[in-house]
């Protein structure tokens, strides 16, 4: 039987803590660590980051469109990077936010989860402009091979309210029909596993946030740190899924680079607020 | 005066029609064509494409995740092919469907329209979902260099209507949202140009499609040919913006190779329909 992401990545919480932190090398932080804006200045960057997160971070995210900014060349990075996360024993999600339909959707699809493709990864992003619907086949191979799928619901940007507050005739809310399908593709796991691979991404910083009990599935948790959400939101929203909670942490720990040892001090005060369970 | 991407668009539709071509090389279609199913097949769909259409399309739409799928060698085909497609007269709209927020938005918005990346393009195509605001870095790079950014508004797929039909407490759908924000984006151009930047994609099969009168930007009809849609549907639907609409045809087109003169013959066939104004 295939473990489900899910699975994974409370395993991978309960010795790690339920950590999500960032690789994201835009610009300006290029230049605070003293490296040239090109890809060698991002495979270095990715290389530190390597160094400092592998061994002790649950979950790993490379923000993509850093990468895609320098083409195939930043492609090639972020393909070596996410291989050596993976090797040294983190899980990687990447962050692309994909979303198409029908075979496109599943050209998508094979990029981030097939395991021959050089970008595969343990879990990608995705965006559901087209309909939850539209992103079947990347559950679908999520599901052959036990692979996550993180689609977006209540994002914590301020622009996101407009759309997907917006509520349907009985009420629902668009992030809320987003976690109510993820939900229901999870259930089917209930029986042999403790989560599904199906997660979402709500914000920390909502105050109006979906309701998550019965997701049985991961949640990423963007706008902790720099961005004010708490350990304490953080659980107040995921509620009874709080174990599946993993708040993604970018900027503060970033801004401790390029020092190795800073970065994985940034990694183990942060961590400590987000155990997993049961407690390692 | 930068040229706006509408009034390029509009000027290679005055000659050569108002018609978007599209590059899908997916797995059945490189079966089809007698190709590799990796990088180098790849590339020879992609130099027959360019070969067929560059000196005859005015707006030539590479499907972004048949490149991606083979990760940085499928990226190094798809530069070399835009890069090919624009130095014969082309235009082209790369079809990313990005869509993030803050600097990673801005990330994106470089990747696919700085002068200097090397996945430069025309145009690209964007997703909503986190708010027609979080868009802004890319409609600020559009600005500055008479690119072209298409937004999805109303897909013609059925899985899209249960989240793009919603409407707000005014009884406006979430795709003439996005219409309106465009128009508006769009307005200041009005005194010195044909039309703006900013244009929106919207199927060509659509029952109750947004109104479009007044955008005063390019729109992107899927759904014709393959998937049903006539000439007089994209008439219909873009009423006095149908000198801006640009109908996209993949499979009917794509269906005649690997043959050039055949690929020439359908695009010519279907170019017909769809003239520019004033007719050439």
Redesign the interface.
């Known amino acids: 039987m295939t473990q489900t992401f899910g699975d994974k990545l409370l395993d991978a919480a309960s010795t790690r803590g339920r950590l999500c932190v960032g690789i994201?090398p835009?610009?300006?932080l290029l230049r605070a660590w003293g490296l040239p804006v090109d890809a060698t200045g991002l495979a270095e960057f990715s290389r530190i980051c390597v160094e400092a997160f592998a061994d002790t971070v649950a979950l790993v995210k490379p923000?993509v469109?850093?990468y895609?900014?320098?083409?195939?060349?930043g492609?090639?990075v972020?393909?070596e990077t996410i291989g050596t996360l993976r090797e040294q024993g983190c899980l990687v999600v990447s962050d692309a936010?994909?979303?198409?339909?029908?075979?496109?959707?599943?050209?998508?699809a094979?990029?981030w989860l097939d395991p021959a493709?050089?970008?595969s990864s343990d879990a990608v992003t995705v965006?559901?402009?087209?309909?939850?619907?539209?992103l079947q086949p990347v559950f679908d191979l999520a599901e052959e091979h036990g692979r996550g799928v993180f689609v977006?619901a209540a994002?914590s940007?301020p622009?996101?309210?407009?759309?997907?507050d917006?509520?349907?005739a009985a009420g629902v809310s668009?992030s809320q029909?987003i976690v109510n399908e993820a939900a229901a593709l999870n259930a089917p796991h209930r029986a042999q596993h403790r989560a599904g691979n199906i997660g979402v991404v709500v914000g920390a910083t909502l105050t109006d946030p979906p309701v998550l009990s019965g997701l049985n599935g991961a949640i990423l948790m963007p706008g902790v740190g720099a961005q004010g959400g708490t350990a304490r939101d953080v659980d107040t929203i995921a509620g009874d899924m709080s174990h599946l909670a993993f708040p993604n942490v970018s900027r503060a720990v970033l801004a401790q680079g390029p020092d190795v040892e800073n970065l994985r001090a940034a990694v183990s005060e942060t961590a400590a607020a987000f155990p997993g369970f049961p407690r390692s």
Do not use: C, W
């Open positions: 994201d835009h610009e300006s923000q469109a850093f895609e900014r320098f083409g195939s060349r492609f090639a972020l393909e936010k994909r979303g198409d339909i029908g075979s496109t959707m599943a050209g998508y094979t990029a493709s050089p970008l965006s559901p402009y087209l309909g939850f619907g539209s977006l994002t940007n622009e996101a309210r407009v759309l997907q917006q509520t349907d668009i029909q």
